[in-house]
């Protein structure tokens, strides 16, 4: 393994960003890797910097790396920015430059945690999903616009569309996450409605035959937003739309319950010398009211390097241990603020840590 570099970027970010990856960083440290690490500005903090939320020099250097820890952005200070200024447009000017498609939403719900579920502990007990939701096309991206009907009324408009290569690639990622999974695969649309809705069942269809492994099901949205709250348990890889799975993923959320333990991955089709290069960032923000005090849960962004390691590293060993680890620091009771509990910041690392 020795001789190898895995080069990660870190881009810490805004207000709990650096404290939340700092540990991220320890417990990869512990894994005895060929790991280096490569800063970067991001954010608010880039902004104060440099004037930009995402500098040249940051692009760069994400360019030069196999993966991207990305921690929070977010930062009060720029809320009178124009847009394009924001914090929030490094995160979406990196997905776009480094053609981040597929965001990977993983869903469960560790052993002795079930009641922070607002859903009934014994249906919430069953949830270990993965949400792969496009990022990149469907009605966000489609022609939009404001026009005046013939009769005088205003009437806005956006347009859904799929291409077949959008819809393949995203199906691809579908399975191949099915395949280092449970092998389930549920493809989530609207086909008995909307055109691309059939497009999309049909590419699904067809790449399912290279994934002879892989158990593929359908459903229509509208059932699986309900499914997903009666019996979570039935899902392990569900893949969409970005409409559909931008509600998906939120909803699940809420089933598992604290932010501070939900994971995420954006995905495209560069291929690293390890695995797939992608980007990794805990679901919440850059929580600014708990910013500085040490007591922000790391587990969300560590569970995120377990996922690095999982999809752009080739590390599933690696990644499995520290979810093992995680999941028993949970179970032992040790407990961030956003669960009830009172660890801090650091002594949630050192207890994973202690636990690797
Ligand atoms: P953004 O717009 O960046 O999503 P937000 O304000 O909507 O920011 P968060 O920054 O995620 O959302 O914060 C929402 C709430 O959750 C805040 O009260 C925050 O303190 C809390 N929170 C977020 N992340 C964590 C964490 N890792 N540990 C503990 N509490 C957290
Ligand atoms: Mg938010």
């Not at 790991?35 to 104060?48: C, F, N, Q, T």
């Not at 922000?296 to 996922?307: F, V, Y």
Request: glycine residues 12%; charged residues 25%; negative net charge.
């Amino acid at each position: 393994m020795k001789g190898f570099d895995m080069k990660i970027a870190v881009f810490a970010g805004d207000g709990i960003g650096p404290e939340v990856t700092g540990e991220a960083l320890r417990i990869l440290d512990a894994l005895d890797l060929p790991l280096s690490y490569h800063e970067g500005d991001v954010g608010g903090a880039a902004y104060k910097k440099h004037g930009h939320p995402l500098p040249q020099a940051t692009l760069d250097t994400a360019k030069a790396c196999d993966a991207i820890l990305f921690g929070a952005v977010g930062d009060f200070d720029c809320d009178h920015l124009s847009r394009d200024l924001r914090p929030e447009q490094a995160i979406l000017g990196l997905r776009s430059a480094n053609g981040l498609f597929a965001n990977l939403r993983p869903a469960r719900v560790f052993p002795g945690l079930e009641d922070t579920s607002a859903l009934k502990p014994e249906i919430a007990a069953a949830i270990d999903l993965l949400i792969v939701r496009e990022l990149n096309g469907d009605v966000y991206f489609g022609e939009k616009g404001m026009r005046t009907t013939a009769d005088g009324l205003r009437e806005g408009y956006d347009v859904m569309s799929y291409d077949e290569s959008e819809v393949r690639r995203i199906a691809i990622a579908g399975f191949e996450a099915a395949k280092k999974r449970r092998g389930l695969l549920c493809s989530v649309d609207k086909a008995n409605v909307l055109e691309t809705s059939q497009l999309w069942r049909d590419v699904v269809i067809e790449v399912s035959a290279d994934y002879p492994d892989v158990t593929l099901s359908h459903m229509y949205v509208d059932n699986a937003a309900m499914q997903l709250v009666k019996n979570p348990g039935q899902f392990d890889v569900v893949v969409t739309g970005n409409l559909f799975g931008d509600i998906l993923s939120d909803q699940a959320s809420m089933c598992v319950g604290s932010i501070g333990l939900l994971a995420s991955a954006s995905l495209g089709e560069r291929k690293t010398e390890f695995g797939t290069f992608g980007l990794y960032e805990p679901i919440h923000g850059s929580a600014p009211d708990i910013a500085g005090k040490g007591i922000a849960n790391p587990m969300a962004t560590i569970l995120s390097a377990a996922e690095l390691l999982r999809h752009s590293l080739g590390q599933e060993e690696q990644a499995a241990r520290v979810e093992a680890a995680v999941a028993k620091t949970l179970a032992d009771g040790i407990l961030g603020g956003d669960l009830g509990g009172s660890a801090g910041t650091r002594e949630i690392g050192d207890a994973v840590l202690a636990r690797l």
